[in-house]
Nanobody, 130 residues
Framework: QLQLVESGGGLVQPGGSLRLSCAVYGFSLGNYAIGWFRQAPGKEREGVSCIGASGGSTKYADSAKGRFTISRDIAKNMVYLQMNSLKPEDTAVYYC???????????????????????WGQGTQVTVSS
């Protein structure tokens, strides 16, 4: 059974940092792209970053570029989202999701088409506030 579990959220002051973790169970990161998405209160869910199954391709939403970094440890089946210079507008529930490489290949991932991701975690709350 494929499962994703996020952790690492919390309350942080503006300008601070957090590292989110996504633990995956029941599948290999070598066969799935992983995306990070977020949903703020009253807003639609949006993509933040993703990493392809090959590990060699990453993408970022404009809001995340230069501040967030996605990485993974395939041996530990973990994907991370390092978030620096956090802003109040980064406050949201953050989700990780998995997309099989069977359809689009091992270099593919996207931050725009969440419907392509078939498996989702339960989310972790990030609150940026002074």
């Amino acid at each position: 059974q494929l499962q994703l579990v996020e952790s690492g959220g919390g309350l942080v002051q503006p300008g601070g940092s957090l590292r989110l973790s996504c633990a995956v169970y029941g599948f290999s990161l070598g066969n799935y792209a992983i995306g990070w998405f977020r949903q703020a209160p009253g807003k639609e869910r949006e993509g933040v970053s993703c990493i392809g199954a090959s590990g060699g391709s990453t993408k970022y939403a404009d809001s995340a570029k230069g501040r967030f970094t996605i990485s993974r440890d395939i041996a530990k089946n973990m994907v991370y989202l390092q978030m620096n210079s956090l802003k109040p507008e980064d406050t949201a529930v953050y989700y990780c999701a998995a997309l099989s490489s069977d359809t689009y290949g091992s270099w593919y991932c996207n931050v725009h088409f969440e419907y392509e991701y078939g498996y989702w975690g339960q989310g972790t709350q990030v609150t940026v506030s002074s």
